[in-house]
């Protein structure tokens, strides 16, 4: 009885995964922006739209700045708020699984090869976010044009409080969700146009300004890690 329910679950899992995989492929960033044109004049049900492509985003693997994007089409600067919100909100739970699967290998559960590399990874990312502190670590590598996610999982293996987490992620994303917003304001004229969304130079200037925040820290903890003792 129990074996049939183990191989049931994993039945489902499966479709579920099967189906995910199918959406992705077939409904792209692109498309689903496009499908949110003809809701822009309802800002009630373009909300509501916009909340569901939030709370799916993690599963497609979709970048954050889609729902920026998205938000300043259809509020322009005046949703920066509700944007930043969704942002922050899209990160709670790809965080909660990673954190999930952190508290197993830290509880010694998981005892493969693999894990203790990822053993190795967590206590790397636990020296680099005690030594610039949580919120300053989540904060500027959101800064760095790195995927969303990854960022998101890294804080929650090297241990990062829900709070600082955050609070880390509403400051390191607000520059992109700012750039997001901008996008989606003149999404129509930059289409005409054929011109580029984000311009590289903004991209660059984040990357920066991101390495000058985290340079210090990752100094401290990987090329001298007696420096913090001098």
Same mark, same amino acid.
């Given at each position: 009885?129990? /074996?049939?329910?183990?191989?049931?679950?994993? %039945?489902?899992?499966?479709?579920?995964? !099967?189906?995910?995989?199918?959406?992705?492929?077939?409904?792209?960033?692109?498309?689903? =922006?496009? /499908?949110? @044109?003809?809701? !822009?004049?309802?800002?009630?049900?373009?909300?509501?739209?916009?909340?569901?492509?939030?709370?799916?985003?993690?599963? +497609?693997?979709?970048?954050?700045?889609?729902?920026? &994007?998205?938000?300043?089409?259809?509020?322009?600067?005046?949703?920066?708020?509700?944007?930043?919100?969704?942002?922050?909100?899209?990160?709670?739970?790809?965080?909660?699984?990673?954190?999930?699967?952190? =508290?197993?290998?830290? *509880?010694?559960?998981?005892?493969?090869?693999?894990?203790?590399? %990822?053993?190795?990874?967590? @206590? !790397?990312?636990?020296?680099?976010?005690?030594?610039?502190?949580?919120?300053?670590?989540?904060?500027?590598?959101? +800064?760095?044009?790195?995927?969303? *996610?990854?960022?998101?999982?890294?804080?929650?293996?090297?241990?990062?409080?829900?709070?600082?987490?955050? $609070?880390?992620?509403?400051?390191?994303?607000?520059?992109? &969700? =700012?750039?997001?917003?901008?996008?989606? &304001?003149?999404?129509? @004229?930059?289409?005409?146009?054929?011109?580029? =969304?984000? *311009?590289?130079?903004? $991209?660059?200037?984040?990357?920066?300004?991101?390495?000058? &925040?985290?340079?210090?820290?990752?100094?401290?903890?990987?090329?001298?890690? *007696?420096?913090?003792?001098?």
């Amino acid at each position: 009885m129990n /074996r049939r329910s183990t191989l049931g679950r994993y %039945a489902v899992a499966g479709a579920a995964v !099967a189906a995910l995989g199918a959406l992705a492929l077939a409904v792209s960033p692109e498309a689903a =922006l496009s /499908r949110l @044109r003809w809701l !822009a004049t309802e800002p009630l049900s373009f909300g509501v739209a916009v909340v569901a492509l939030a709370a799916v985003r993690p599963l +497609l693997a979709w970048p954050t700045t889609l729902l920026a &994007v998205a938000v300043g089409f259809g509020y322009g600067w005046v949703g920066t708020p509700f944007a930043l919100a969704l942002v922050v909100g899209t990160a709670l739970p790809p965080y909660a699984l990673a954190r999930a699967g952190r =508290l197993r290998i830290r *509880d010694g559960s998981e005892t493969t090869e693999g894990s203790g590399v %990822a053993a190795r990874f967590c @206590r !790397a990312g636990e020296r680099f976010a005690a030594e610039s502190g949580s919120m300053r670590a989540v904060a500027g590598t959101r +800064l760095l044009p790195l995927p969303s *996610d990854a960022v998101t999982a890294g804080a929650a293996a090297a241990g990062v409080g829900v709070r600082p987490f955050l $609070i880390g992620t509403a400051l390191g994303e607000l520059p992109w &969700v =700012l750039t997001g917003v901008a996008v989606g &304001v003149s999404l129509d @004229r930059l289409a005409a146009s054929g011109g580029s =969304l984000v *311009d590289p130079t903004v $991209i660059l200037g984040m990357a920066a300004v991101g390495a000058l &925040v985290l340079a210090g820290p990752l100094y401290r903890t990987f090329v001298r890690p *007696d420096a913090t003792a001098a």
